[in-house]
T-cell receptor
Framework: DTAVSQTPKYLVTQMGNDKSIKCEQN?????MYWYKQDSKKFLKIMFS???????INETVPNRFSPKSPDKAHLNLHINSLELGDSAVYFC?????????FGPGTRLTVT | GENVEQHPSTLSVQEGDSAVIKCTYS??????FPWYKQELGKRPQLIID?????GEKKDQRIAVTLNKTAKHFSLHITETQPEDSAVYFC??????????????FGSGTQLTVLP
C-alpha cells in the first residue's frame, strides 16, 4: 500500500483557473507538509499541518490555501493560477524526524 | 531562517569510484540532517540521516559525517554503481512545534555514475 498518495499525478490548466490537489497518508502521522519543486529542482516547504493546525506558513501567496479535513488528509487549493505556479508539488508526512514524500503532482499552467 | 548550501551541483564519477557531496548550514539550532535521493520523475526518498549528537553514521556503501562546530555535513558513497545516478539533496531541520520539523533543502547534486 502506498504510504503517502496524491491526486492527480498530472494537472494541466489555464491561467486564472482554480484547482485542488489532494493528499492522503495512511501512516498515522501527526504532521503533513506541502513542498514545491521548481524547474531547477529546488525543494521548498510551503505549509505544514500538525494535528490539523497550521504551524508553518512560508511566504507563499494567499492564493494557496491548505485544507486538512482530518489528520490523514492535507489538500492544497490554488486560486487564480499563474504561469509561475507551474511546478511539481509534493505532499509529505512525518511522525518524528523522517519525512515520507508522496509521488508528486506535476502542475502545468498554460 | 536556515540557509543550506550544497556543492557540487553536478558530479560525474566512474563506476566503482567514491562520490562526496558537501553541505553547510547556517542555523546552529538545526539538529537533524537527512539526505534524500531523487530519481528522475520520482519522489525524494530518505537514504540516510544523522542527528546532532553523532559525528558519523554509516549504512553499507553510504556514510554521512557531521561537524557541528563548522556547520558542515557530507555524504560519502563508496563503490558507486550506475543505479546510484540521481539527484541528491541534503537538508537541515529544526523542530518547530509538536512533531513538526521544518526541513530546509540544499539545491541538489546531480550524480552521474559512468559505466
Amino acid at each position: 500500500d502506498t504510504a503517502v498518495s496524491q491526486t492527480p499525478k498530472y494537472l494541466v490548466t489555464q491561467m486564472g483557473n482554480d484547482k485542488s490537489i489532494k493528499c492522503e497518508q495512511n501512516l498515522g502521522h501527526d504532521t503533513m507538509y506541502w513542498y514545491k519543486q521548481d524547474s531547477k529542482k529546488f525543494l521548498k516547504i510551503m505549509f505544514s499541518y500538525n494535528n490539523k493546525e497550521l504551524i508553518i506558513n512560508e511566504t507563499v501567496p494567499n492564493r494557496f490555501s491548505p485544507k486538512s479535513p482530518d489528520k490523514a488528509h492535507l489538500n492544497l487549493h490554488i486560486n487564480s493560477l499563474e504561469l509561475g505556479d507551474s511546478a511539481v508539488y509534493f505532499c509529505a508526512s512525518s511522525q518524528d524526524h523522517e519525512q515520507y514524500f508522496g509521488p508528486g503532482t506535476r502542475l502545468t499552467v498554460t | 531562517g536556515e540557509n543550506v548550501e550544497q556543492h557540487p551541483s553536478t558530479l560525474s564519477v566512474q563506476e566503482g569510484d567514491s562520490a562526496v557531496i558537501k553541505c553547510t548550514y547556517s542555523d546552529s539550532a538545526s539538529n537533524y540532517f537527512p539526505w534524500y535521493k531523487q530519481e528522475l520523475g520520482k519522489r525524494p526518498q530518505l537514504i540516510i540521516d544523522i542527528r546532532s549528537n553523532v559525528g558519523e553514521k554509516k549504512d553499507q556503501r553510504i556514510a554521512v559525517t557531521l561537524n557541528k562546530t563548522a556547520k558542515h555535513f557530507s555524504l560519502h558513497i563508496t563503490e558507486t554503481q550506475p543505479e546510484d545516478s540521481a539527484v541528491y539533496f541534503c537538508a537541515a531541520s529544526t523542530e518547530t512545534s509538536g512533531s513538526a520539523r521544518q526541513l530546509t533543502f540544499g539545491s541538489g547534486t546531480q550524480l552521474t555514475v559512468l559505466p
